[in-house]
């Protein structure tokens, strides 16, 4: 059983799980006080809501671990893994992967809506059948890889309004540049694993990471004015914009950083600031959520 928890990656679950609920939060009415705003939040259907995005996303973890099995086993980062170690087998991923998907869909649907299970299913297909199979063949892979990633404030926000506003594309578009710099981080710090596996993450490519660095920064520029839409869109108010402002200015300091040094340990610093400034970014989009 811990191996086939294991390969839901709960690590990065947790987060997905965050990025949902804040999009639930904001896809309900607004209201004129915390005490309407808890009265407004369908417990069961937040509860499903969250069960049906964990599972999608376990069992898409799973899948991908099955379809890059082989790859996982030439990276010392990934060789520990269930399927490299044989703690699981293929079919049991496989089979593993598939329910929990299936679970989740139905889980979106019926307890939340069809539009949220299928954000859920469009996440799914397009991280396992457009973002893994490109990881072999172009670093442009980060880029379609951040689409889904972007999609779990969507699911969350179609779960409790049941349609997709500007409100929810804010919180998808936050979420879309703030990967960059993390995953570029990551692949900067394991660039020899993802060599030696044949997947072309950009450091692989770029030897003297000063193409990486740049993006890195341009990234980390281009979120800043992106994280205030909040503020137009009336979802958060100013003590959300000074917050985000300043939280945007130490992530993109970071990157200035690891621009500079061009290091493994900088490189670490941005993953560990990107790591805070999510939850922390998304804290005070609620806490200043107008009328709270």
Not at 6 to 24: C, D, H, N, Q, V
Not at 123 to 133: A, E, I, M, N
Not at 199 to 210: A, N
Not at 213 to 221: D, N, S, T
């Given at each position: 059983?811990?191996?086939?928890?294991?390969?839901?990656?709960?690590?990065?679950?947790?987060?997905?799980?965050?990025s949902?609920?804040?999009?639930?939060?904001?896809?309900?009415?607004?209201?004129?006080?915390?005490?309407?705003?808890?009265?407004?939040?369908?417990?069961?259907?937040?509860?499903?809501?969250?069960?049906?995005?964990?599972?999608?996303?376990?069992?898409?973890?799973?899948?991908?671990?099955?379809?890059?099995?082989?790859a996982?086993?030439?990276?010392r980062?990934?060789?520990?893994?269930?399927?490299?170690?044989?703690r699981v087998?293929?079919?049991?991923?496989?089979?593993?992967?598939?329910?929990?998907?299936v679970?989740?869909f139905?889980?979106?649907?019926?307890?939340?809506?069809?539009?949220?299970?299928?954000?859920?299913?469009?996440?799914?297909?397009?991280?396992?059948?457009?973002y893994?199979?490109?990881?072999?063949?172009?670093?442009?892979?980060?880029?379609?890889?951040?689409?889904?990633?972007?999609?779990?404030?969507?699911?969350?926000?179609?779960?409790?309004?049941?349609?997709?506003?500007?409100?929810?594309?804010?919180?998808?578009?936050?979420?879309?540049?703030?990967?960059?710099?993390?995953?570029?981080?990551?692949?900067?710090?394991?660039?020899?694993?993802?060599?030696?596996?044949?997947?072309?993450?950009?450091?692989?490519?770029?030897?003297?990471?000063?193409?990486?660095?740049?993006?890195?920064?341009i990234?980390?520029?281009?979120?800043?004015?992106?994280?205030?839409?909040?503020?137009?869109?009336?979802?958060?108010?100013?003590?959300?914009?000074?917050?985000?402002?300043?939280?945007?200015?130490?992530?993109?300091?970071?990157?200035?950083?690891?621009?500079?040094?061009?290091?493994?340990?900088?490189?670490?610093r941005?993953?560990?600031?990107s790591?805070?400034?999510?939850p922390?970014?998304?804290?005070?989009?609620?806490?200043?959520?107008?009328?709270?």
């Amino acid at each position: 059983m811990r191996a086939y928890i294991e390969l839901t990656k709960p690590r990065i679950t947790w987060l997905i799980l965050m990025s949902s609920a804040i999009g639930y939060f904001f896809g309900l009415p607004k209201a004129a006080s915390w005490r309407q705003f808890v009265g407004a939040i369908h417990l069961f259907s937040l509860l499903h809501t969250l069960i049906g995005t964990g599972l999608m996303a376990s069992g898409t973890a799973a899948l991908n671990q099955w379809l890059e099995r082989e790859a996982d086993c030439r990276m010392r980062r990934t060789s520990a893994r269930p399927l490299p170690t044989g703690r699981v087998s293929p079919r049991g991923a496989l089979t593993f992967g598939i329910a929990l998907s299936v679970a989740g869909f139905f889980e979106l649907w019926l307890g939340a809506n069809l539009l949220a299970g299928l954000a859920g299913a469009f996440t799914l297909v397009t991280y396992l059948f457009l973002y893994t199979p490109l990881k072999q063949r172009t670093w442009w892979s980060t880029t379609v890889g951040a689409i889904p990633g972007a999609l779990p404030p969507i699911i969350g926000y179609a779960a409790a309004a049941g349609t997709l506003t500007p409100q929810a594309g804010a919180l998808a578009a936050i979420l879309f540049l703030w990967q960059f710099p993390h995953f570029y981080a990551i692949a900067w710090m394991y660039k020899d694993d993802y060599a030696r596996a044949g997947i072309r993450m950009l450091p692989v490519i770029d030897s003297d990471g000063r193409f990486t660095a740049r993006q890195i920064v341009i990234y980390g520029m281009a979120l800043i004015p992106v994280s205030l839409t909040p503020v137009f869109l009336g979802m958060s108010g100013a003590t959300y914009a000074v917050g985000a402002l300043l939280l945007g200015l130490w992530f993109l300091y970071s990157g200035v950083r690891v621009a500079l040094e061009r290091t493994i340990i900088r490189a670490r610093r941005v993953l560990v600031t990107s790591v805070l400034y999510l939850p922390l970014i998304y804290g005070l989009m609620l806490i200043d959520r107008p009328g709270m």
